[in-house]
Each structure stands twice: as structure tokens, then as C-alpha cells.
């Protein structure tokens, strides 16, 4: 240990609080003398850091009818309870704030540890890990307040804080230079699809509905209680933001009875994302290359068959995957808070249908960008990985005393 450092714990030099139940009744509310957190809060645009923006608000009265204490500003809080502490979420409080019971925060005694400091600290600590790792997994109290820490005096602190504070703008800077970079490999990949096909009005290219070119099924459903043979499945998880379908990692699960040999995927199969709570992932498709042993496809996705040699799957798998195409999908599907695609809206896509030497020639074009910005992609996403981890050596330096 550092000289001038001593060994404490969070108890010794924060105050602990937990949150309030928030009744329905005292919700809604957009104005108030606080803001009213929530663990869902945590996600809004604005709060990745400190908690700006609330969608509920409480007078002072609301506040003392429930019980609700104040956080003031510089306060660290996280989620308590439940799978969002997996989330490992930390948020400090910018001004004087109330949150509710699924909530825990540290109020920083100033005169032992600077705000900031704490809040930089917290960063480094795994939730999950200081969790019980119960079904649902919680934190106590009593195990944050004897969480062990070390501090260096407090004009070291401050010191420690300003040091990390230049190094994660500087980190900031790059990784937005990168994630921007991302973007406009993937803007590009996609323009590029765009005029290929776009090309073909040019072309008088003929089209045909999908309907004409194939045919659909759904694909099985199953549950915990089926009792027959168990069989490999190609499910939602797996579809990514891959082209081919994976041939490893794939789930086995039990059916009912045996597999119907006409719900085994098959080379040159496209199967799609039919049902999912997230509206954008309607229509994900996956091509089917190969599969190495019998594979079915899950009650959440339809097949499409071809039947009709006309048409190449490698260059239909490209179309279906161009921006247009899945708007019209996401937008054709059907519900609320779970949104569906059917066959039916399957069945309208217009599909282009140049000579197939040509769409061969256009598969194997874009199937070549395609590996290309995959490639780049990769590269992108290995500095993003590196930041992330740089971030948390620089954390663990400066509470080490290495960074002082």
C-alpha cells in the first residue's frame, strides 16, 4: 500500500440508502422538486453516465408520503435486485434525486472520499460478482458496507480523478473516431447494395412475388414438457448479424413425437426471424449453406423453400437482406409489444429477377464486399475491445496507486 493510503470500506465513508416503492398512482408526473429514478431510467439517451433526465417527477409532499429519502448530488447509485445486475450499471445523481426500491445508492461522505472518485471506483466493480447470485440474484446492504477500499488522501483523490478524467476523453474521442468509422463501412456495404440492385430498373430486369418463387413453413414449436426425439435447432439467437447459417452452437431440444422430414433445413433454404419484443430483428434472414447433420428450425422463424431454379439463392439472400426489403418486412409485420412477420407478407416481396448468370455475377460480387467489411468490421470492433479493456487497466492502475 501506498504511503498515505489506508484500507476502509464503503460503510466507513459513504452512507448507504435504498429506494422507495413507487406506486402507479404517484407516477407521470413530468415536473416536480425530484426527479424520480428508476432502474429503466439508467437506459435513457443522456444518462450512460450521471442521471439528467427522469420520466417521473415528485413534489416534496409525494416524497415524504412515500417515504422516499434524498440523494444529493455526487450520490453513485445501482440496481439492487434482479437480472439488471447483470447489467452492472452504476449512475451518479447531478442533483437532488429520489429513486425507487430496485435501486441502492452511496452517498459519499465529503470529507473522507470525493464524489468523483467514488463514482470512478464504482466503475471497476463487478455487480454481479458482490451479487448472492440468487434466482433473482440481489445485493444487501449489509455486503456493500463492508466492501473493502482503499483511498489515498483527498487532494490525491482529486488528483487521481483529474488524471482519469483526461485519459477517458482522450479514449472517448478514439472510440467515437472508431465507432464512426464502423458505421461508414457498414453505410457503404449498404449503398453498394442498394445500387446493385437499383441497376436493374435500367435493366428491365423481370420480377416475381416471393409467393411465386417459394414456398413457406413455419417452424416447430416444442416446451419443456415434450417427451420424443430430440433434434437440432436453428433459433433466433443464432442468427446475428450472420449471412450463412451457423453449423455449430446450435441448440438440441426435445419434440414431440418425431421430426417431420419436411421441417429439415436443407441447402439453399433462407429462413427468416418471424416473431420477436424487438421490432427491428423482424425479418433477419440467414441463408442455409449447409448443415452437417439433421437440423429443424424453431417455431419463432419461417422457411423459405425455392422452387424455381431460376432464381439463385446467394443473390435472393442478398436482396432480402438490403435496408428496403426489411423495412417492408418490419413494417408489414403484424402486433404490438410482439411484433410478427407471415408468410403472407413474405409471399408480396417483389423480387428482381435478372438472367441467373447475372445474379450469380451480382452474388458474387457483393458476397466479396460482404467478407471485405466483415473483415473491417472485425478490425473495428477488436480496437473498440481494446479500448474497453485499456479503460479498465486505467481504472485498476489508479486505484493501485500506480496512476498518482
Not at 416524497?63 to 452504476?90: C, D, E, W
Amino acid at each position: 500500500m501506498r504511503p498515505g493510503w489506508h484500507a476502509t470500506t464503503l460503510g466507513d465513508v459513504c452512507q448507504l440508502q435504498s429506494g422507495a416503492g413507487f406506486p402507479t398512482d404517484y407516477q407521470g408526473r413530468s415536473e416536480g422538486q425530484y426527479p424520480f429514478f428508476k432502474v429503466s431510467d439508467m437506459n435513457l439517451e443522456g444518462n450512460e453516465e450521471a442521471l439528467i433526465r427522469a420520466n417521473n417527477y415528485v413534489s416534496d409532499d409525494a416524497r415524504r408520503a412515500l417515504g422516499a429519502r434524498v440523494f444529493p448530488a455526487g450520490s453513485v447509485v445501482f440496481p439492487k435486485v434482479g437480472g439488471a445486475i447483470a447489467t452492472n450499471k452504476k449512475r451518479q445523481a447531478v442533483q437532488p434525486s429520489c429513486v425507487d426500491n430496485n435501486i441502492m445508492g452511496l452517498v459519499p461522505k465529503p470529507e473522507l472520499i470525493d464524489p468523483n472518485f467514488l463514482f470512478q471506483w464504482m466503475k471497476g466493480l463487478d455487480l454481479y460478482e458482490l451479487s448472492n447470485k440468487a434466482n433473482p440474484p440481489s445485493i444487501t446492504q449489509g455486503t456493500v458496507a463492508s466492501w473493502p477500499i482503499v483511498l489515498p488522501p483527498l487532494d490525491e483523490q482529486k488528483h487521481i480523478v483529474a488524471a482519469l478524467d483526461q485519459a477517458f476523453a482522450a479514449l472517448d474521442r478514439a472510440r467515437a473516431k472508431v465507432r464512426e468509422s464502423l458505421s461508414d463501412a457498414r453505410l457503404v456495404f449498404h449503398a453498394h447494395v442498394r445500387e446493385l440492385f437499383s441497376a436493374g430498373e435500367g435493366k428491365a430486369w423481370s420480377a416475381a412475388p416471393l409467393g411465386d418463387l417459394a414456398d413457406f413453413r413455419n417452424g416447430i414449436n416444442f416446451t419443456k414438457a415434450s417427451r420424443g426425439k430430440e433434434v437440432r435447432v436453428l433459433g433466433v439467437k443464432d442468427f446475428k448479424n450472420h449471412f450463412h447459417s451457423p453449423d455449430t452452437g446450435l441448440d438440441r431440444v426435445t419434440i414431440d413425437g418425431d421430426l417431420d422430414p419436411g421441417d429439415c433445413l436443407q441447402s439453399g433454404d433462407i429462413v427468416f426471424v418471424r416473431s420477436n419484443g424487438n421490432p427491428e430483428l423482424i425479418g433477419r434472414s440467414l441463408v442455409i449453406e449447409r448443415m452437417s447433420e439433421m437440423t429443424a428450425h424453431s417455431g419463432f422463424t419461417i422457411r423459405a423453400r425455392l422452387r424455381d431454379r431460376k432464381i439463385v439463392p446467394s443473390f435472393l439472400g442478398h436482396f432480402l437482406k438490403s435496408s428496403a426489403v426489411r423495412r417492408q418486412m418490419v413494417d408489414g409485420g403484424t402486433g404490438t409489444n410482439i411484433k410478427s412477420l407471415n408468410q403472407g407478407t413474405l409471399s408480396r416481396i417483389l423480387v428482381p429477377l435478372p438472367s441467373r448468370a447475372e445474379q450469380i455475377r451480382i452474388g458474387e460480387n457483393l458476397e466479396a464486399v460482404r467478407e471485405g467489411t466483415t473483415h473491417i468490421e472485425a478490425r473495428y470492433t477488436e480496437q473498440l475491445a481494446a479500448m474497453a479493456a485499456l479503460r479498465q487497466s486505467l481504472l485498476q492502475a489508479a486505484f493501485s496507486g500506480q496512476l498518482s
